[in-house]
């Protein structure tokens, strides 16, 4: 039986319900506005409440909003409720990315969540910048006991088959 998660507001509905059939095995993440419209008015702490308090069981909310981790209100509520928090952190204001985070990492949540212990999920990314495929091509010629020049050169196309599309 999948969980069952909150969304709250930051997330793109269209780009989720898109993912619903995929994500039905492990995850049912349903934006707080479809389970009651003036849940988006709520205090977080209202929302957990809420949430706990609902005929239909809730797993948890996910969130972006990093600033309940330090509300104690907010944290009395989820200690008492048993609900797993789960907060995509630094994404700013990019909910495609938040999205991103979010599924990266739903499966996992969903294995470890438990209804008997509140969990807080903090989910972060991380910038770096692009690797140069020079330094894998050193790494796979260092494993064949060759030079990254020596493989290069028996590996690279010519320009003329460059010019020609594998596909023509």
Known sequence: ??????????????IVDGLADWLAPDAEL??????????????????LSALSADTTHWDGLITTDSKMLSLPRELAVLSQTKLTLVVAEAVG???????????????????????????IWRLRTSTKPADDPWDYLVKVAERRGSSAQNLYASERLSKKQLRRSPLS
């Open 93 to 119: 204001h990019d909910p495609i990315k938040a999205t991103g985070l979010v599924l990266a990492h739903v499966g996992r949540i969903c294995e470890q969540t438990r209804p008997d212990t509140a969990q």
């Open 30 to 47: 349903v934006p707080i506005r479809r389970i009651d419209e003036r849940m988006a008015t709520l205090d977080d702490w209202e929302v």
């Open 1 to 14: 039986m999948p969980r069952r998660f909150a969304l709250d507001q930051n997330f793109p509905e269209p």
